[in-house]
């Protein structure tokens, strides 16, 4: 039962985090939303930043996921599970309103005034971006990308230009920023 009071907790938490954002995100009001005392939430929880660092973790588990799933499948050439991927992540994005990515939200309302947070942000962009890098090493063995192609720097400006296309998205309530990128820089990398 308790394990079940603390997911019930980050999953309507992760969706209130990612609608309101951590400032926004009242306690009382996640309690009020799942009908949990709230001694039961710092029984399984420190604090509010302790919440979302778990939060933070619990996304990454489906994040890794889903790098497992479509990186992995290596019936697929490496670039296309490389764009399987987003485009996956892009139609999760769609089922939330495209509210964008929590890291991204996070990271840009957080890393001015929590080190904690800057740092738990980078780290978990850095890891999607080795995780990538490795697909892409793999393109440039097979030829897809040429043989200078620095798959580390690629991997990176990858998650750098989907977190900024995932913020335009997020403004607009529309997937074009996410289509035009993927678009764009699976073009351009190949060339």
Known sequence: MALDTKEELLDRGMAMLLRHGYNDLGLSALLEATEIPKGSFYHHFKSKEDFALQAVDRYMTAVHAGLEHFLGDETVPPLQRVRNFFEATAEK???????????????????????????????????????????????????????????????????????????????????????????????????
């Open 93 to 191: 994005y769609r089922g939330e309103g495209y509210l964008g990515c929590l890291l991204g939200g996070l990271g840009q309302e957080l890393s001015g005034v929590s080190d904690v947070f800057r740092r738990k942000v980078e780290q978990c962009f850095a890891v999607i971006a080795r995780r990538i890098a490795t697909c892409l090493r793999e393109a440039v063995r097979r030829g897809d990308l040429p043989r200078e192609t620095d798959p580390q720097a690629l991997a990176e400006l990858l998650v750098n230009c989907w977190e900024g296309a995932a913020l335009r998205s997020r403004l607009r309530r529309d997937p074009a920023p996410l289509r035009e990128m993927l678009d764009f820089y699976f073009r351009s990398a190949g060339a």
